[in-house]
């Protein structure tokens, strides 16, 4: 398992799509805590659920995560490098669980730095702006492990999502349209049931206010299981499903 994990790990560092998503990564969150920091009025920025937000911009990473769990298993259909992964490994279950376990650490990895380049900016506005530090060291340590679990988790619904569906185009259109429109009407129409999808619970986890929301250690397990369901659906479909 571990030397399949180190094989998952080596792909995802020499892929050039993947150094993209952490170079546009990495621009965004700079920009956003910069226009957020700069352009906000100081009172908008005075309290902990504000600076909270401020920074905590990294959790954008969370996007780039699902997209690269995705790539993770994709990009391995469509280059065709799937069949010599599998004759190399032929338990397609250890693939799959690799390819999770690889995803959410590298995914963990991109949030790290996006918190690292967030973080000092935003510390350095509201210094500049002579706006007190409203967050402890415990508070501010709390939004970082929440945005780095967050992140891992979205890429492990990446992975799921896209060893069940295979095709790229379609795992991304797939997860986008639910995230921006079935999620969006569930929430509308039918709060008591949308407050269990997976972007609502990720709400929930990471803090967000709402309310709707599940509360965060709940909001936490309902994304771990979602995971869980998909992973499971991608384990067994890979398993039956002939490679193209």
Not at 94 to 112: E, G, I, N
Request: charged content about 15%.
């Amino acid at each position: 398992m571990s030397d399949q994990v180190r094989a998952e790990l080596l792909k995802i560092r020499t892929t050039r799509t993947m150094l993209g998503l952490l170079a546009g990564l990495l621009v965004l969150v700079a920009a956003i805590a910069l226009l957020h920091g700069l352009i906000a009025k100081s009172s908008d920025l005075a309290g902990t659920s504000d600076q909270r937000d401020l920074l905590g911009t990294g959790g954008v990473a969370s996007i780039f995560a699902l997209l690269g769990g995705v790539l993770v298993v994709t990009s391995e259909y469509r280059f065709g490098t799937i069949r010599p992964t599998l004759l190399v490994s032929p338990r397609r279950s250890l693939v799959v669980a690799a390819k999770l376990v690889a995803a959410m650490l590298a995914d963990v990895a991109l949030a790290a730095l996006a918190e690292a380049l967030v973080l000092p900016i935003g510390y350095s506005v509201l210094a500049g702006r002579g706006i007190p530090n409203a967050l402890g060291a415990g508070e501010t340590l709390v939004v970082l492990v929440r945005v780095l679990a967050d992140a891992a988790l979205w890429g492990g619904v990446g992975v799921g999502a896209a060893a069940t569906i295979r095709n790229q185009i379609a795992s991304v259109v797939a997860l986008l349209l639910w995230l921006f429109l079935v999620e969006s009407l569930l929430t509308g129409f039918v709060p008591s049931v949308g407050r269990f999808a997976p972007g609502q619970a990720s709400a929930a986890m990471t803090g967000q206010s709402g309310d709707d929301l599940l509360p965060p250690a709940a909001g936490a397990a309902v994304l771990c299981a979602w995971v869980a369901a998909l992973v499971a659906a991608g384990i067994a479909v890979t398993a039956r499903r002939d490679v193209d």
